[in-house]
């Protein structure tokens, strides 16, 4: 089994940043993909962006540009930089871990992040 630890998030105004980090631990393998996703209350659970271990990264279109995600493979942390922040970006923030061709996930409990003025 794999747990992941969430933290970072928190209340910003539009145009701050935000650094969201979060811990893996448990049965970890060595070929693996990380990644953030947001869900706003009444929308479904949206990728934000993950990371493999070989550090290809993916980015949704709306994130492009301001955010920018990073991972630590001796401590198997995983990071996200929220840059230009918008009102749009309020959600709760999930970080995801699966392993190489295994489609089944493990979930963080999720960090909230509120961007308002």
């Known amino acids: 089994q794999v747990q992941l630890v969430e933290s970072g998030g928190g209340l910003v105004q539009p145009g701050g940043s935000l650094r969201l980090s979060c811990a893996a631990s448990g049965r970890i393998f060595s070929g693996n993909t990380m990644g953030w996703y947001r869900q706003a209350p009444g929308k479904e659970r949206e990728l934000v962006a993950t990371i493999t271990s070989g550090g290809t990264t993916n980015y949704a279109d709306s994130v492009k540009g301001r955010f920018t995600i990073s991972r630590n493979n001796i401590n198997n942390s995983v990071y996200l930089q929220m840059n230009s922040l918008k009102p749009e970006d309020t959600a709760l923030y999930y970080c995801?871990?699966?392993?190489?061709?295994?489609?089944?996930?493990?979930w963080g409990k999720g960090t909230l992040v509120t961007v308002s003025s």
């Open positions: 995801r871990y699966n392993r190489l061709y295994d489609p089944v996930p493990y």
